[in-house]
């Protein structure tokens, strides 16, 4: 069986292998969607064919709407021409249900795919698209580094300082192509729309609108756009940048999965490794379990969302039940998990889980010192939300989710996931800064996991980010098992704003950090027994 529209249509074949269907013609959505775009996504990476797509099929299967998304991609083409192209845009979705069943569903809901890419004729359409009245959401999964404009000694990132040069017609950054795309929607009739940031980092929605208001007053200097673009974009009755909070975990794709897809007669079922690192298949594999909570401002009207599970409500609560998710009650708990999984060797989250230390020190991080700190958000309960994350979602064995994925670009996460709640202590007039023990040690494993070794001495890889080359120039500098090496070496890293949202020395713990660090490296096993001293647990 292949994943194409011409197989999709042998439904027998496809309902034998107990593999859900589109309810609707996908044929037909693509068609309407061509006439009526009224959906376009940024990032057609894994989240995106897992999660996003899925909440539109189910209001195509239920007959709430009319038409698909059209996926974007602006940075890695290879995603387009391989896992697109060959498979007629579908995807199938493969979620891992706890008790080890797999629910498989063709997704028919990506009605089209366009390649950001000024090179290509694609651009000229993306241009039309961008301009159609109908269109309502242009919405965004493009990892939470793309949005950024400078590096982190405040300079503009050379693309960036290009497309500010070169204005509108060359843009090279997805910022600056968003913001030039904009340009000719303002042009066209000033048509409203809503820029919808689904990445997964606080104050998603204003960081974009940020981004791209940059760029627009950078042309705008220079002459390339009319002032008036500028109150175009700043008017929210026309332009809105929704902040939302997102939660479903799409790890990469397994060998595992692949396997049981082919067991069941799926045919090129290959999960490949793009140039620029994406990890992709036809299929994704998922949790079941998800959430999100979208604020309800778009200005051109929008798909009945609610109906899929979405719920929509006001800024204020998008952003307590964002804080909650991201500076609490999972992504510090995944970040824990996904260094000190690399250090001590794991190869899943849900192996970690059963390791006594490390299940102790997500509990310390979650309950002990992210919940005092949490706002009820109203919407979704965080001491419930925090349990079904250690209880049942990070131990689902069926998850192939691995402490490496989670550790990638983990210098662009600290800030949010540890350096919110370090600010909370500080500003809060009942708790102090100092009484953090366990947020300190994540960001000492942090530290010696860039050393690039192992709890055993090892050499490991470490996943990508781009902080990576400058991060190793100090660290390098520091040797297993000889503590003086640390000398001067952490300094830099541990008094970067940029990096931790504060200065950790000026908060009281850059001190402290420092000499958890020196029994960190104390020689071959030290990570393991640290955690043992500490958390009063035997691994
Ligand atoms: N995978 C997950 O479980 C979840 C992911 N998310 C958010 O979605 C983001 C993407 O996740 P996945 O789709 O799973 O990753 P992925 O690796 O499958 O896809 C990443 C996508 O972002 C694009 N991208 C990467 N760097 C870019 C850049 N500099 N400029 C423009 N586009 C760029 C890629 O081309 C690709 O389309 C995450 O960083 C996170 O913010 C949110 C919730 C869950
Ligand atoms: O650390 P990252 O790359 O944002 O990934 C975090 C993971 O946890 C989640 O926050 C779960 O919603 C997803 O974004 C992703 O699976």
Known sequence: MLLTRESIRNIDKWRQAGIKLPNYDVEKVAEKTKENPTWLHFGAGNIFR???????QNLLDKGLSKTGIIAVESYDYEIIEKIYVPYDNLSMLVVMNLDGTLEIEVIGSISDKIMADLTHSDWKRLKDVFSNPYLQIASF?????????????????KDVKEDIENGLDKPKHIISKVTSLLYQR??????????LSLDNFSGNGEKLFNSIKTIAEEWQRKGFVETRFLDYLTDSTKVSFPLSMIDKIVPRPSEEVKKKLEDLGLERMDIIKTSKNTIIAPFVNAEKIHYL????KFPNGRPPLEEAGVIFTDKET??????MKVTTCLNPLHTTLAIFGCLLNYNTIADEMKDPCLKKLVEKIGYDEGLPVVVHPGVLDPKEFLREVIEVRFPNPYMPDTPQRIATDTSQKMAIRFGETIKSYRERPDLKVTDLKYIPLVIVGWLRY????????????????PLLEDLRSHISNIKLGDVNSVQDNLKPILSNVNIFGVDLYEVGLGERIESYFKEFIEGPGAVRRVLEKYLGCKG
Do not use: H, W
């Open 186 to 195: 303002y042009k066209k009739g000033k048509y409203p729309v809503a820029l």
């Open 141 to 157: 999964t493009i990892t939470e580094k793309a949005y950024n404009l400078k590096d982190f000694s405040g300079e503009y990132i």
């Open 450 to 465: 860039l050393m690039a070794l192992d709890d055993e001495g090892n050499p490991m890889t470490l996943s990508p980010d």
């Open 50 to 56: 897992g999660f996003i797509s899925l909440l539109q």
């Open 318 to 323: 998008v952003e307590k039940v964002e804080r």
């Open 293 to 296: 909570v979208i604020e309800d």
